[in-house]
């Protein structure tokens, strides 16, 4: 079992303000699990029973929207929490959370979280920053929903996956999205997200090669994104 003293992945999350006991104690009682891509790590409406550190892989988180269809609101990555908000507000989940490719991650149980809470402030204090956060980053989403065209939203959803994913060695972006996938990204539908991830191919923004995408021109990229 990994010692969380000496783990370089707590250092991008919240656990960073946990004591060397702390550390020390969370090693011991926590619990490394592993989810297959395509895997459900906890459904829309669960009661959650503690959080996830993730350490390796990437997932995302969707909304059930009322037409049936999973819309995408956020990708988790390795490095990051899932889970704190409903567990700390003792509430059920709001969205789903589903592996998109094989990921490692360490369960802490929700016993142990509130204990950390009530005794480490500044742990308490980092996770709020978190939850805040996310409410800041839902609601630019939503304005951006709402404002931005279907053509904008696209420029400005693969440039965000540029920077949230990085490229691999091939100057692809490192994560392999369905169209449908990026269509729920961007709220369209499949067919909507193809043409137009068609058009911007013929334009020379990007190349695509079967689930990748390689940015060609990202200046024009970020114009669009912007309305122009």
Known sequence: ???????????????????????????ERKTEVAFKKG????????????????RTGNCKMTKLSSNGKDQIVRFVRDGELLGYRSVIVKEPTSLSVTALDDMAACFISKEDIFEMLHSNPDFLLDIFKSVSLDLKNT?????????????????????????????????????????????????TATESAIRLLSEFKKE??????????????????????LGF
Not at 45 to 51: A, D, F, K, P, Y
Not at 204 to 225: P, S, W
């Open 204 to 225: 020379g923004l990007i190349t695509l090669r079967g689930k990748t995408i390689i940015i060609k021109d990202k200046k024009k990229l970020e114009k669009i994104a």
């Open 1 to 27: 079992m990994g010692n969380c003293q000496s783990c370089i992945i707590r250092k991008f999350n919240s656990l960073n303000k946990l004591t060397q006991s702390q550390s020390a104690l969370l090693t």
């Open 39 to 54: 895997e459900v790590i906890f459904s829309e409406g669960s009661h959650l029973n503690g959080i996830y550190c993730v």
């Open 139 to 187: 609601s630019t989403s939503l304005i951006d929903m709402a404002q931005k065209s279907v053509r904008e939203r696209l420029a400005h959803t693969i440039l965000f996956l540029d920077e949230r994913f990085g490229e691999d060695e091939e100057d692809a972006i490192n994560v392999h999205l369905s169209r449908e996938e990026i269509a729920n990204v961007i709220g």
